[in-house]
Every structure is written in structure tokens, then in C-alpha cells.
């Protein structure tokens, strides 16, 4: 296992002990908003690790983790950054541009309601404005899944191929959302600093 497996392997054990440890605290203090920022952000993290139905259930999974916390405190900025980011997810994960551009005015009401309680906030303020690039961020993963469908019917020419293809997916991937990912890890590192765990590795497979 290379070291990128692994660090992968570790985020990905770290998670689900958080998604575990928040669920568990959720029994015994459902009213607790960090707690569920925690749950949310961890639900979020993970959905990265999925594909498919399975990555969209868990982002909505989280996105109604962190409504739940804003109905408990409805001006909770972190909550509200985080809500923005599981909405952008949301818009990345769907092939339709109307939908994806719903998603992207909701994480941007979002992070500008964040930005409201706490002006001087800059990375609330970074994540405004990377959220008015996401529709054509949208726009170009579309291309180039449709890109990469299209060559997919070519004849393979030797059995490297598939893995090599996988590799430019997934580079192209952190290219396109790298930015959306690293604005989780971050929350998660806020959110993890609150409670007794301590914080994941970062993931410095982002560009």
C-alpha cells in the first residue's frame, strides 16, 4: 500500500469513528448543534469516498444533520458554512445544469448569511466567492465526463489502460473540487478541535 492508500485508509477510519462517536452523543444530547456540525461533517467527508446513489444519499444524509443544527441556533455560522459546502457537493454530484445552479444559489445564500455574522470571516468570505465559479466548474467536469465517455467505446489498447483512465477521473476530480473538498477537510479540523478527537491528517492529495 502506497502512501496515498493510506493516508486515504486513515481519513477514511477517522470519519466513520466520528460519524460513530456523533451518532452515539446524538442519543444522549439531540439538542447539542456542534454535535451535529460534527455528524454533518463527517458525513460529508465521507461521501467522498463513494460513488454514485450511494455519495448523494450520504451528502443529503449531512445536509439534514446541519439543518437540524440551524433549527436549534439558526444564526450558527459554522453550521451555515458547512450547509454551503454539503449544498455544493449536491450541485457537483448531478449532470442537470438547472439543478446543479439550484444547488449553487443555495450554498451561496449560505455562505453569504455566514459571512453576515461574522464580516472579517475570510474563509467564509473565499468560499462566496469560489461558489460564483462552481457553475462553470459545473459546466467543464460536464465536458469532460462527456469527453471521457465518448473515448471510453475506443478498443483499449493494453490492460493499463483502465487504471491509467481511472487516475486522470480522479486527478481531474480534485482539479474541479479540489477547492470544495479542502473547505470540508477544513471544518472538519474546526469541528474535530471541539470535541476530543483529534483532528484527521490533511489531505494533501488536493492541488
Same mark, same amino acid.
Given at each position: ?27 444522549? $444530547? ?23 446513489? *450511494?455519495?448523494?444519499? @450520504? ?30 457537493s449536491?450541485?457537483?454530484?448531478? &449532470?442537470?445544469? *438547472?439543478?446543479? &445552479? ?5 450554498a ?18 473565499? %468560499? ?5 465559479k %462552481? ?16 473515448? $471510453? ?7 493499463? !489502460?483502465?487504471?491509467? !483512465?481511472?487516475?486522470?477521473? $480522479?486527478?481531474? !476530480?480534485? *482539479?474541479? @473540487? ?16 471541539? $470535541?476530543? @478527537? ?10
Amino acid at each position: 500500500m502506497d502512501n496515498m492508500q493510506k493516508e486515504e485508509l486513515e481519513r477514511l477510519m477517522f470519519f466513520e469513528q466520528a460519524r460513530e462517536k456523533a451518532a452515539a452523543e446524538y442519543n444522549r $444530547s439531540p439538542t447539542d448543534p456542534d454535535n451535529l456540525i460534527r455528524w454533518g461533517g463527517a458525513l460529508l467527508e465521507l461521501a467522498h469516498f463513494r460513488q454514485g446513489q *450511494d455519495s448523494i444519499d @450520504m451528502v443529503q444524509d449531512a445536509v439534514s444533520k446541519l439543518e437540524e443544527a440551524l433549527r436549534i441556533n439558526p444564526r450558527k455560522p459554522d453550521a451555515l458554512w458547512c450547509l454551503g459546502n454539503a449544498h455544493t457537493s449536491q450541485g457537483f454530484l448531478v &449532470n442537470e445544469t *438547472d439543478k446543479a &445552479n439550484g444547488f449553487f444559489k443555495k450554498a451561496a445564500r449560505c455562505f453569504q448569511q455566514a459571512l453576515d455574522e461574522e464580516p472579517t470571516n475570510e474563509l467564509y468570505q473565499r %468560499a462566496l466567492e469560489m461558489t460564483e465559479k %462552481a457553475p462553470s466548474l459545473h459546466q467543464e467536469l460536464q465536458k469532460q465526463l462527456a469527453s471521457q465517455a465518448a473515448l $471510453s467505446g475506443a478498443p483499449a489498447a493494453g490492460p493499463a !489502460k483502465p487504471a491509467a !483512465k481511472k487516475k486522470k477521473d $480522479s486527478d481531474f !476530480k480534485y *482539479d474541479v @473540487m479540489g477547492w470544495m473538498v479542502l473547505a470540508i477537510g477544513v471544518i472538519a479540523w474546526v469541528s474535530m478541535a471541539k $470535541s476530543n @478527537m483529534p483532528p484527521p491528517p490533511p489531505p494533501s492529495s488536493l492541488k
